[in-house]
């Protein structure tokens, strides 16, 4: 799902599952080698993890409130709050953050 500085609170914030943000950009090339890996944790996790997608270009505001540096980067949120964090191409340390976040 995608969101902007709008659906923000609602969509995320106020969401009872943890919530998989996706900061990218569609300029960015590890953000596209990223995005199957985060459309299968959406479907694997459907009940359990809530995934939204945040284009940097358009949301600046959003990637400065995460303290965005570079891109992709994944941010795990639990009741709101930051609980995981990985920046790049990295599978393996996503699927962890992802896996620990459920658990």
């Known amino acids: 799902m995608d969101v ?3 659906t923000f609170k609602q969509e995320v914030l106020e969401e009872k599952l943890p919530v998989l943000l996706d900061f990218w950009a569609a300029w960015c090339g ?3 080698a990223v995005a199957p890996l985060v459309d ?3 479907i694997d996790y459907e009940d ?3 995934v939204a997608k ?3 270009d ?3 505001e959003l990637a400065a409130q995460f303290s965005v540096m570079s891109i992709p ?3 795990l949120l639990k009741e709101g709050k ?3 964090r990985v920046t790049g191409f990295n599978p393996g340390p996503i699927q962890d953050m992802v896996k620990k976040g459920v658990a």
Do not use: H, M, Y
Request: net charge positive.
């Open 30 to 32: 590890p953000c596209t």
């Open 48 to 50: 359990k993890i809530k």
């Open 73 to 75: 980067i994944l941010i």
């Open 58 to 60: 358009e949301n600046p």
């Open 82 to 84: 930051e609980v995981g």
């Open 4 to 6: 902007n500085k709008d």
């Open 40 to 42: 299968k944790i959406a």
């Open 54 to 56: 945040i284009n940097t």
